[in-house]
Structure formats: structure tokens, C-alpha cells
């Protein structure tokens, strides 16, 4: 089928396909996971941006702290983002992917 690099940790490939056999099993548990995770993100971003803004706008905050806050909640709408889409594309994805195969190969890594 395809060549599988040797350099790769098993102890982490062990627990890709722990997790990726897991995600198979239990879906809706993941994506609810997932959404809850992305709402408290988008929230945190919010409270971020606006806090800043508002802040820097009364001068209560100095405009460098105001950059740092805003970033961070840049970097929360980020991942949230991320998170939803692949949500999305996991939907897509997991009918393509080999049951079999990630048991046949966690069984190779057990023994």
C-alpha cells in the first residue's frame, strides 16, 4: 500500500491510532467537544478584542498591552476557525479511513 516512514516514535503512533480508532467510535462526542471548545474560544476572543479596545480607547490601557490582548484574541479566532473546519472535513474524511487497518497496525506495536 504505502511506505511508512520508520522514523516515527511508536509510543506517539500508538496513540495517533488510539485516537484516531476512538474518534471512529465515538463522533458525536468529539464534535461536541469540539463545538463547546470553539464557542469558549469565540468567547474569549471577544472578550479580548473589545476589552482592548475599549481599555485603550479610555487610556487605561497602554496601546502596546492593547496589540498583546488583540493578538491573543486573533490567536483564539484561529483556532476556533480551525477547529470548526475540521469538524467539518472529519465528517468527510472518517468513511475513508481503515478500521482494519489501524487494529491490524496497533496489534503489530503491541506485540
Known sequence: MFHRARTV???YEKRALRQI???LDQP???RRYAKGLGFALYAIAAVLII???LL??????SGAWGVVAG?????????ASYLGTAMKQWSVVSIHIDRD???KRLNELET
Open 9 to 11: 516514535n511508536e509510543k
Open 21 to 23: 480508532a476512538k474518534a
Open 28 to 30: 458525536g462526542r468529539r
Open 51 to 53: 476589552g482592548a479596545f
Open 56 to 61: 485603550v480607547s479610555r487610556g487605561l490601557l
Open 71 to 79: 493578538t491573543f484574541g486573533g490567536i483564539c479566532v484561529g483556532m
Open 101 to 103: 487497518s489501524i487494529e
